[in-house]
């Protein structure tokens, strides 16, 4: 496996990507932002009680889903002992729950849970991937871990450009992360003013799929309320419209 250890080697490693294996194979040797490989093997080392007995991934973790997706999800980053512990993007937290039990409801997942890379989730049309591909402390990149991990998101978007239709950003900095993704996947210059995340945003132009806006499925919005499972499958079903999945 090829490593990444700076922003040019990132740059130029997700470049080169031939196809999503390749692609994924590179993002899981990566070590670029120095700050969120100590954190994520640190969580990995320390780990969570109720995980004790269970080897954790601990590396940056790749998207998920059909290469052939009509539809993507672009979320912030894995959780420290969801996606970083199971090496599966939303796999293994609660985030996790509320999201894959929507696309179950829509008939864009073969199962309601997703609790282990070998658990038999298949994804129907949709891929989901982060804009940071490591868990970073409390849920948050800076800005220059953001944009040192732009090219695998960029790349990506490029490699399933011939179907994708509509794009799902989960939360504000998802929804930002995909401008600077419109125009490295599209050769589209994000529009002047960018129009403003909310839930419910529908953004499209004149090449390049649909943007829709989602609340992120953090346990800060549903627990509280701010996004309900009714919210989660109008956004989805919008999604399947606007792409043309049955
Ligand atoms: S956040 Fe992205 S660029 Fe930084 S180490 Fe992880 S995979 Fe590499």
Redesign the pocket.
């Known amino acids: 496996m090829v490593e990444?250890r700076t922003?040019a080697e990132?740059a130029a490693h997700a470049g080169r990507a031939t196809d999503l294996i390749d692609l994924d194979a590179g993002?899981a040797g990566?070590?670029?932002?120095p700050r969120?490989?100590d954190w994520r093997e640190e969580v990995a080392r320390t780990r969570r009680a109720a995980f004790r007995d269970q080897e954790y991934w601990g590396r940056?973790v790749p998207g998920f889903g059909d290469p052939a997706a009509r539809i993507a999800i672009l979320g912030l980053a894995p959780a420290a002992h969801g996606g970083n512990r199971t090496g599966r993007i939303f796999t293994g937290d609660r985030s996790g729950d509320v999201l894959f039990a929507a696309l179950h409801r829509a008939g864009l997942a073969n199962q309601p849970t997703s609790v282990a890379a070998a658990d038999g989730l298949t994804l129907c049309a949709t891929r989901i991937f982060a804009a940071?591909?490591?868990a970073p402390p409390d849920n948050k990149?800076t800005p220059a871990?953001r944009d040192?991990?732009a090219p695998?998101l960029h790349r990506e978007v490029e490699l399933i450009r011939p179907t994708l239709r509509v794009v799902v950003a989960l939360g504000a900095f998802a929804w930002a992360a995909w401008w600077p993704a419109l125009r490295a996947g599209y050769a589209v210059p994000p529009p002047s003013p960018r129009p403003s995340f909310r839930h419910g945003a529908h953004w499209s132009g004149t090449a390049g799929p649909e943007l829709l806006g989602c609340y992120h499925v953090s346990q800060q919005n549903t627990f509280t309320g701010r996004l309900t499972p009714g919210m989660l499958d109008d956004v989805f079903a919008r999604a399947k419209l606007l792409a043309g999945v049955d």
Request: with cysteine.
């Open positions: 990444s922003p990132v993002v990566c070590f670029a932002c969120l490989v940056p940071v591909r490591c990149p871990e040192t991990c695998w």
